[in-house]
């Protein structure tokens, strides 16, 4: 049973590196502590679910997280983990994504508890409004260019052939270092935290705190994560990052990206984003080595995960739409479901005049592929293996008409169990 948050986080093999004092400091102190999150996009994504549940686990054990939105630090961007410069973002779009990137926090933070309640500060209120000069005399000039070149967000810049990196993300780690100064002196926070490639970036903060104010500040980094096959985590099998945001990625997807997890990487994955204990994690690795085929720690991966970034209502229609594929229930989804679900099958189109004054479902079979001939559709149908909607079509001369047509725009055949074809009206 773990003791203190570092423990918790030890069992969960989430910490790559720490200062060392600060399992001590955590034992007998309530801390508050901040992770920072860049507004590149209008969302985050699964691979920020990291550092958001480790805050709202530190909130948990009675500690004060304080969530950053780089509003000042977007507009300039980490070199951290990048190859090439990033494009710059207008302040316009970097406050919008501010709004949105808050609202996602919220979700998984907790504001209303009153002991320690969760904050969520924006840098510009402070990065904006900071002069350039006041900003080098006080910051700049207790690091040497030779201690930011041999930090690992800028040397691997500099190792690469054609890298270079320009002054503006040179200059990325003393923004962030101020961060840490400006939290500290204002919110007494005494720990950084981040992903393990912010390592140099956060000891450059515990660095001018020490300078600057002669105390002790605190730093702990968490592994990135990668798939046991060595591909990038937080990508679908096409290549499309998966997003918090259901308008960038639906519940649907959201809940199937963590089902199709494999088998090699799903405990890992409990531990890292859900709530679940030793015990009930151990019951799963138990499962998943004695009955794999089951996915019953895969099953409750996404179930857990969707519940907590989309809600019940959201967990119950991605579970009814994962079971279409397998001949469950339809009714109830719309087109965007139905769009989302069958995205992969093949398809055709079909006018909605047809439609309207109703289509043989033979005929249907037949312009579709799934039978080779009218003779061969009616054998089909006779035989009890053609659906409709998921409903089995028991009548070679039953026709397909506007009301069967979900949200008047898709049709869904199907032939045996997972023979499909969609068919849009258009």
Same mark, same amino acid.
């Given at each position: ?14 910490? @790559? ?16 502590? @901040? ?49 090439? *410069?990033? #494009? ?57 260019? #030779? ?30 270092? @101020? ?48 798939? /046991? ?119 055709? *189109? ?6 309207? *004054? ?30 409709? #909607?998921? *409903?089995?079509?028991?009548?070679? /001369? ?29």
């Amino acid at each position: 049973m773990a003791t203190t948050i570092v423990d918790e986080l030890r069992w969960r093999g989430l910490i @790559y590196d720490k200062t060392d004092e600060l399992d001590g400091l955590v034992s007998n102190n309530k801390i508050t502590l @901040y992770n920072g999150f860049d507004p590149t996009a209008d969302s985050l994504h699964v691979g920020h679910l990291v550092p958001m549940m480790q805050l709202a686990r530190w909130q948990r054990f009675g500690h004060t997280p304080i969530a950053l939105a780089g509003g000042g630090t977007g507009m300039i961007g980490d070199p951290g983990g990048r190859s090439t *410069e990033r #494009n710059l973002l207008s302040l316009e779009v970097i406050d919008e994504n501010v709004i949105h990137i808050k609202r996602q926090l919220a979700g998984i933070l907790d504001f209303e508890v009153k002991s320690n309640p969760a904050i969520v500060v924006n840098n510009a209120d402070w990065l904006r409004r900071l002069s350039l000069v006041d900003f080098l005399r006080d910051t700049g000039k207790h690091f040497t260019v #030779n201690y930011m070149m041999a930090k690992d967000s800028v040397k691997s810049r500099l190792d690469r052939e054609d890298g270079g990196i320009s002054f503006t993300e040179f200059s990325y780690m003393l923004l962030q270092a @101020y961060d840490y100064l400006h939290l500290f002196d204002t919110k007494n926070c005494l720990l950084q935290t981040g992903g393990s490639d912010q390592w140099g970036n956060i000891l450059t903060g515990v660095e001018l705190i020490r300078r600057t104010r002669g105390q002790r500040a605190h730093a702990l980094v968490y592994p990135l994560i990668t798939r /046991a096959d060595g591909s990038k985590f937080g990508k679908t099998a096409a290549g499309t990052s998966v997003w918090l945001s259901p308008d960038r990625t639906s519940p649907y997807r959201f809940y199937q990206f963590w089902y199709n997890t494999d088998d090699a990487d799903a405990l890992t994955y409990l531990k890292y984003f859900t709530w679940l204990d030793q015990t009930r994690i151990a019951e799963l690795e138990h499962l998943l080595f004695e009955q794999p085929e089951r996915r019953e720690a895969q099953r409750t991966l996404a179930r857990e995960l969707t519940r907590m970034v989309h809600g019940e209502t959201a967990l119950a229609r991605a579970e009814q739409a994962s079971q279409a594929l397998f001949g469950g229930d339809i009714a109830g989804l719309d087109a965007a479901d139905i769009e989302d679900i069958f995205a992969e099958v093949p398809s055709s *189109e079909l006018a909605k005049d047809a439609l309207s *004054e109703g289509v043989a479902v033979v005929d249907l079979l037949v312009s579709s592929g799934l039978a080779s001939s009218k003779a061969d559709a009616r054998r089909a149908i006779q035989g009890g293996g053609i659906y409709l #909607n998921n *409903e089995r079509v028991g009548d070679a /001369a039953q026709t397909a008409g506007t009301p069967q047509a979900i949200d008047g725009r898709f049709l869904v055949l199907r032939k045996g169990r997972r023979q499909y074809h969609l068919i849009r009206v258009m």
